[in-house]
């Protein structure tokens, strides 16, 4: 199986290329606390950005406890349908009984960026949100080529990631509390990355917090 996306570990150090999170509760407080109230905000932006109508097809990516995906399938409403997949387990089990107590039908499976269990062509729109800067390196091509293989021609591509501090303490403190895979995230790197696996039209945009970044693409017509 490939390598899964790395997450840093609850103590702050990270841990090695494909190493899975198991602590889904510990995650959504995290989370919480970034986003700082903000998180509604930027759910809607990042729905808005691949402009999501009710019954379109859509597919999260790293998609964690299933928040993002879960506020997708509000978008698209019942004539729509969402996946999500992430590499964890302990994240899936989460994700689905949030939606159980949500009552929105949204699949979740257990699968790594890069080899998705999807057809060609399949999706509406892709997202993936803090996932690219935690797969390995190496995988990361091939990553954004199964995101764009499973879009339909045409199909909206969104990408949100970590922005790193440029000064020194700010990366010094990022990389102790979140290791060199999110000090070091350079988001012109995952643009020039996505143009290389086939994505056109790149634009970055804000998400609404000043920590994260948007990329939006699209799969060729």
Known sequence: M????????????????????HWPHRYDLLV??????????????????????????VLDVGCGTGTLALALAKRVG???W????????????????????????????????????FADGMFDAVTTSLTIHHVPEPDRLLALRELLRVLRPGGQLLIAEFQAPTWPIGKAVTRHL????????????IVDLAHDAGAVDLTRLPAGVGWLGLVHGRKPA
């Open 2 to 21: 490939p390598h899964s996306h790395r997450h840093p570990a609850p103590g702050g150090a990270a841990q090695e290329p494909g190493a899975l999170i």
């Open 32 to 57: 919480t606390v970034l986003f700082a109230g903000r998180g509604p905000r930027v759910r809607t932006n990042i729905a808005d950005a691949v402009g999501l109508v009710p019954g379109q097809q």
């Open 78 to 80: 019942p004539a729509g």
């Open 82 to 117: 969402v996946a999500g997949v992430d590499a964890s387990p302990e994240m899936i089990a989460a994700a689905q009984m949030k939606a159980v107590r949500a009552k929105f039908d949204v699949h979740f499976e257990v699968a790594a960026a890069q080899q998705l269990p």
């Open 178 to 189: 979140f290791g060199h895979a999110m000090a070091d995230n350079d988001l012109t790197a």
